[in-house]
T-cell receptor
Framework: GAGVSQSPRYKVAKRGQDVALRCDPISGHVSLFWYQQALGQGPEFLTYFQNEAQLDKSGLPSDRFFAERPEGSVSTLKIQRTQQEDSAVYLC???????????FGQGTRLTVV | AQKITQTQPGMFVQEKEAVTLDCTYDTSDPSYGLFWYKQPSSGEMIFLIYQGSYDQQNATEGRYSLNFQKARKSANLVISASQLGDSAMYFCAMRVPRGNNFNKFYFGSGTKLNVKP
C-alpha cells in the first residue's frame, strides 16, 4: 500500500484479555518501530526491527508485551493480560534506512476496561 | 542521554501569519537527525521536515522551515502563512544513529497549535 497501515483502529479489551495489534509497513522499508502514546503526551519508544531482527526492545514496559516481524514485513504487537495502564495509542512506523524519516500509521487506540 | 524539549504546550496564531514552534535537544553524539511531525486529531503522525546535524543550510519544505542553531542545540519550526488546516499537535523528534539504540526516535511532549480565522 501507499502508507503504513495499522489494524484495528480501535480496540476495547477487558482487563486480563490478550490483544494483538497489526502493522503493515510501507513495502521495502527495512526499519519498523512501535511506539506507545499516552493521551496528551509524545510517543514513547517500544521496540525496533531491522527486517526480521528485533534489534532493540528496551522500551517494552513489561514481559506482557511482545512484538514480532517473522518475515521482515508485517509486524504484530501482542499484549498479554492487559491492564488499564496499557490504554494508549500504539503507533507503528517504518523507514527505508537508519537516517531516513519514519512514516507513521494512524495508530491503534487501545482502551482497557 | 538523549532529550527533546518543547516548552510551549499551546500556541495561537492568526490565519495567514507566521508562527515559530520551539524545540531544543540534547545529545553528545555528533551525528543526528532532527524531525518535525504534525499530528492532527485523526491521530496519524505526518512527517514535515528533516535537518541533519551536518547540513550547512536550514531545511525548507514549502511553508515549513527549520531554524537550526547547532551551537544552541535548537531546531525551531517556522510555519509561514498559517492556514486553518495547520491546527494540530506538532512534535519535534531526534534520531541518533549509534550503537544498539541507533534507530530510536526521541520525541518531545508536543505543542498544540491553534490557527484562528
Amino acid at each position: 500500500g501507499a502508507g503504513v497501515s495499522q489494524s484495528p483502529r480501535y480496540k476495547v479489551a477487558k482487563r486480563g484479555q490478550d490483544v494483538a495489534l497489526r502493522c503493515d509497513p510501507i513495502s521495502g522499508h527495512v526499519s519498523l518501530f512501535w511506539y506507545q502514546q499516552a493521551l496528551g503526551q509524545g510517543p514513547e519508544f517500544l521496540t525496533y526491527f531491522q527486517n526480521e531482527a528485533q534489534l532493540d526492545k528496551s522500551g517494552l514496559p513489561s514481559d506482557r508485551f511482545f512484538a514480532e516481524r517473522p518475515e521482515g514485513s508485517v509486524s504484530t504487537l501482542k499484549i498479554q493480560r492487559t491492564q488499564q495502564e496499557d490504554s494508549a495509542v500504539y503507533l507503528c512506523a517504518s523507514s527505508l534506512g537508519p537516517v531516513k524519516e519514519a512514516f507513521f500509521g494512524q495508530g491503534t487506540r487501545l482502551t482497557v476496561v | 542521554a538523549q532529550k527533546i524539549t518543547q516548552t510551549q504546550p499551546g500556541m495561537f496564531v492568526q490565519e495567514k501569519e507566521a508562527v515559530t514552534l520551539d524545540c531544543t535537544y540534547d545529545t553528545s553524539d555528533p551525528s543526528y537527525g532532527l524531525f518535525w511531525y504534525k499530528q492532527p486529531s485523526s491521530g496519524e503522525m505526518i512527517f514535515l521536515i528533516y535537518q541533519g546535524s551536518y547540513d550547512q543550510q536550514n531545511a525548507t519544505e514549502g511553508r515549513y522551515s527549520l531554524n537550526f542553531q547547532k551551537a544552541r542545540k535548537s531546531a525551531n519550526l517556522v510555519i509561514s502563512a498559517s492556514q486553518l488546516g495547520d491546527s494540530a499537535m506538532y512534535f519535534c523528534a531526534m534520531r541518533v544513529p549509534r550503537g544498539n539504540n541507533f534507530n530510536k526516535f526521541y520525541f518531545g511532549s508536543g505543542t498544540k497549535l491553534n490557527v484562528k480565522p
